[in-house]
């Protein structure tokens, strides 16, 4: 059915815009732990805001780093991302639900792991809470889980080794057959769903493991001749976040690698959990601005991607370096060192992304 489905969406020529999520468990992937991904997109190359912040959330328990801001990160390891599902059945007209970024801050903000956030999940799904449909992926340094969501139903799967990939429409049988989801709804998702699957097939067949690099080259496909204008990875992107839990300290060593702006126009950058203070530019979303305006301004083949891709590779090798330094100052008990060793890097890594992006754009007209 889902080969039918991307023949249909080829011919029709339909622009494919909407999210995209995948999970690496760690026999699939280079760092050996989970790799949580996702890549956002918002309609028709809308420019939205993009954001790296501290969330606030009145009802709280853990501390929680929000980017975007549906990707949330909490201090004991928690990550989750969703991608937008069509409405379902169970859903009345007059029923009272809590939207999508409600559910996702009480249970980030209030979860310690993958299996605490199943249970307040489905425990919305029977005590009249009522969550808006939407699918969620969720992982912590030893669990991950795709959960398909209505404000009455919960279906989920484990993902313990290879990888998973998620979508726009429910593809678990206990969800299937509430959604309200229409055809062509479907075969944008489906066709990204198999673009997705067959991407990452190929470079764990071809190298064994999957890099962050794939992950990264993932966000930004893109091909004119079958899938013009095709989203994600194209057009609509808005953004996009690989997460790696750590095991060890994942309040403070977790590791969000973020695009903060379109990712075929922008450069990916390591950001600790624990980072104590956020970059103006990422705060208030100039970065992402700035990023927009490179895709404005330039045509894809002066698009920069190779220096993206060079400063990026530099990027990471300087961030493993000195979060193996980080690590002995933990062990030491030494948290201001930690915190002043996490945050020079940091800083410097944003203010060289962003000049970079700066050098890019053509002089100003008199």
Not at 149 to 161: D, E, G, T, V
């Amino acid at each position: 059915m889902l080969k039918s489905l991307v023949a249909l969406t080829t011919a029709a020529a339909i622009t494919l815009e909407a999210c995209t999520v995948w999970v690496l468990a760690p026999d699939s992937n280079e760092t050996g732990a989970f790799v949580l991904h996702k890549t956002r997109d918002w309609g028709d190359g809308k420019e939205i805001s993009v954001n790296l912040f501290f969330s606030r959330y009145p009802e709280s328990k853990y501390k929680v780093l929000a980017f975007s801001p549906y990707m949330l990160f909490n201090e004991k390891g928690l990550g989750m991302v969703d991608t937008s599902a069509p409405r379902t059945t169970d859903e009345t007209p007059d029923m009272k639900c809590i939207n999508i970024g409600t559910t996702m801050n009480r249970v980030v903000h209030n979860c310690a792991n993958v299996k605490e956030a199943l249970a307040m999940l489905e425990g919305f799904t029977k005590d009249g809470t009522n969550p808006k449909h939407d699918n969620y992926m969720l992982c912590d340094p030893n669990d991950a889980v795709i959960i398909e969501l209505s404000p009455k139903h919960l279906a989920y799967r484990r993902i313990a080794n290879g990888f998973a990939v998620h979508t726009n429409h429910h593809i678990y049988q206990e969800m299937f057959h509430l959604s309200a989801g229409k055809l062509e709804g479907v075969a944008k998702s489906g066709t990204r769903l198999q673009i997705t699957q067959d991407f990452l097939a190929k470079a764990f067949q071809e190298k064994g493991k999957i890099t962050l690099d794939d992950s990264m080259a993932l966000a930004r496909y893109s091909d004119n001749e079958k899938y013009p204008q095709m989203c994600p990875f194209r057009n609509s992107s808005v953004c996009s976040a690989d997460y790696i839990p750590d095991r060890e300290y994942p309040g403070l060593l977790g590791t969000i690698r973020i695009c903060p702006g379109p990712p075929r126009y922008t450069v990916a950058i390591p950001v600790p959990i624990g980072i104590p203070h956020i970059p103006k530019v990422l705060e208030n979303g100039d970065f992402g601005r700035l990023s927009y305006e490179i895709k404005r301004n330039l045509p894809d083949d002066e698009n920069a991607l190779a220096k993206f891709q060079e400063m990026e590779q530099r990027f990471w090798k300087e961030y493993l370096e000195n979060t193996a330094k980080a690590r002995e100052l933990l062990k030491q008990n030494d948290q201001e060192a930690f915190q002043n060793q996490i945050q020079t890097l940091f800083d410097k890594q944003v203010e060289e992304a962003f000049a970079l992006l700066k050098s890019l754009l053509p002089p100003a007209q008199p």
